[in-house]
Structure formats: structure tokens, C-alpha cells
T-cell receptor, first 115, second 111 residues
């Protein structure tokens, strides 16, 4: 498997500011990581696929200029929520897969609250 | 494509009873499926998986059934315990690359 760690676990920020969320694969070199968003009492919605050394691939409807993804190394992907607004308040979760047809391992999630 | 999440339905069962949680997936080309359990404020945890060349797979107290004809998955939990209370999601692997999640079911186990 893979151990995935996110930081911070919880963040509160003011509207209009930017917030960076880190996702680390602690024991596996991941060329690909995935970012999900989850609103209360809803399912996980895939936002984007983070690709090491290249641009992220965004799902339809996700604004790439608002949700900046940087996958600078095989163990770290970051998601930056730019000019955050209260409607961006959500639970953000990253995941890693270790093989072509294997499960996804998830971080513990980051709770973002924009006030 | 991706299944859109709506507000979660709830399944309430008595401790010791069996639970059956259902899920419809969206892409007939998906060939790998996973059931995840999510506790409040945490990331999803793997429960059991199944590949499309199988109809049934059993784990410890859990069984997954796959019906590809109607694109339906079910998770059966035997002798449900209070610790099983959580939200359960099915996930389908799309294009051998990314997982899309179903809408989820909240399981409430009454003591």
C-alpha cells in the first residue's frame, strides 16, 4: 500500500486569500496523485489528476486558475485554492495509486473553512 | 464519466443484523470497483474490491456483488456492529486511471 499524509488537517482563512494544501506520499514514489473535494453529506468529487513534472489534468467544471496544482516531486503534490471564497469551504482529499489496477490510498483530508 | 453526489441516504440496522448497501455505477467500461468506508472527518478506507471478471467476492464479514448487466454493486456486511457505522461509497476505476465515486450511503447501527 501507500501511506498518504496531508497538511494541514484543518485551516480557516479569510475570503480573498489563498491557501496551500500539501499531499505527501510517504512510502511510495507517485507519478500521479488525485485531488478530490467533498461537501458535507455528499460524495467525493474528483477535481484533478496531478502529474509529476507536468501540468495537472482537470475534471470538467473545475477552474484550473482557481485550483492550482503543483506536483514538483514524486512524493509531493500541492493544491492551492486562490482567492478563496466561502463557497470553497469543503473537505479536500488527495489519493495515490501504486499500480495500474489497484486501489487508491487516501490522505486524512483537509477541512477548509473560508470566512 | 462521474456520478454526481447528492445528499446521502441513510440505512439504519440493528446491531447483529446483516446490512446491504447498494450502488449504481455509471460507466459500462469500468472494470475495477472498490467499496470504501468513510468515518466523519477522515479520508476513505478500503474495504473490499472486485474486478469485472467476477460476480462475487468475500472478505471478512463483507461480501461484494457485481452485476455488470445493470451496472450495480452491493456490499453486504454480516453481523453489523456499532463500529461499522460510517458512510460507504463505491468507486469505479475509469480508463485504468482514476476513481469516480458513487453517491454514498450512511450506515447507522443501532445498539
Amino acid at each position: 500500500g501507500a501511506v498518504v499524509s496531508q497538511h494541514p488537517s484543518w485551516v480557516i482563512c479569510k475570503s480573498g486569500t489563498s491557501v496551500k494544501i500539501e499531499c505527501r506520499s510517504l512510502d511510495f514514489q507517485a507519478t500521479t496523485m488525485f485531488w478530490y473535494r467533498q461537501f458535507p453529506k455528499q460524495s467525493l468529487m474528483l477535481m484533478a489528476t496531478s502529474n509529476e513534472g507536468s501540468k495537472a489534468t482537470y475534471e470538467q467544471g473545475v477552474e484550473k486558475d482557481k485550483f492550482l496544482i503543483n506536483h514538483a516531486s514524486l512524493t509531493l503534490s500541492t493544491l492551492t485554492v486562490t482567492s478563496a471564497h466561502p463557497e470553497d469551504s469543503s473537505f479536500y482529499i488527495c489519493s495515490v495509486r501504486t499500480g495500474r489496477n489497484t486501489e487508491a490510498f487516501f490522505g486524512q483530508g483537509t477541512r477548509l473553512t473560508v470566512v | 464519466g462521474e456520478s454526481v453526489g447528492l445528499h446521502l441516504p441513510t440505512l439504519s440496522v440493528q446491531e447483529g443484523d446483516n446490512s446491504i448497501i447498494n450502488c449504481a455505477y455509471s460507466n459500462s467500461a469500468s472494470d475495477y470497483f472498490i467499496w470504501y468506508k468513510q468515518e466523519s472527518g477522515k479520508g476513505p478506507q478500503f474495504i473490499i474490491d472486485i474486478r469485472s471478471n467476477m460476480d462475487k467476492r468475500q472478505g471478512q464479514r463483507v461480501t461484494v456483488l457485481l452485476n455488470k448487466t445493470v451496472k450495480h454493486l452491493s456490499l453486504q456486511i454480516a453481523a453489523t456492529q456499532p463500529g461499522d457505522s460510517a458512510v460507504y461509497f463505491c468507486a469505479e476505476l475509469y480508463n485504468f486511471n482514476k476513481f469516480y465515486f458513487g453517491s454514498g450511503t450512511k450506515l447507522n447501527v443501532k445498539p
